[in-house]
């Protein structure tokens, strides 16, 4: 057993005759290795991207409701009418009357479907 392990600290297993096995074991093994770790770097590089987006979506998301309110806020009767006051104009004391349109070929048109 304690040649084994000196045979194994030597390195006596890469210049035997049989070493040709042995090497390409070892560069088959690096290589696994190598696309680990590549592997491992491009999943790390994915995930700080996600992380990245996901707070620019967050971001972007209360700058939307922040402007949303801004607009409600704006739309609102009471701000319009303020903004109209400075350039003195004063709402309506009659209120609104709907016109309604009727062209004479539609009443025409139904006339004569239903006789």
């Known amino acids: 057993m304690k040649s084994g392990v000196f045979s194994i600290l030597k390195a006596r297993f890469l210049i035997n005759d049989d070493a040709v096995k042995n090497w390409r074991f070892i560069v088959f093994i690096i290589l696994l290795a190598i696309l680990m770790i590549a592997n491992t770097q491009r999943y790390e590089q994915k995930v700080f991207e996600i992380a990245k987006l996901n707070n620019e979506v967050k971001e972007l998301r209360s700058e939307f409701v922040d402007r949303r309110s801004e607009l409600m806020k704006l739309k609102m009767e009471s701000t319009i009418s303020d903004k109209m ?31």
Do not use: D, G, H
């Open 85 to 115: 006051l400075e350039k003195q104009i004063f709402p309506s004391t009659v209120p609104p009357v709907k016109i309604e349109v009727k062209k004479e070929e539609e009443k025409n048109f139904f006339k004569r479907i239903w006789q």
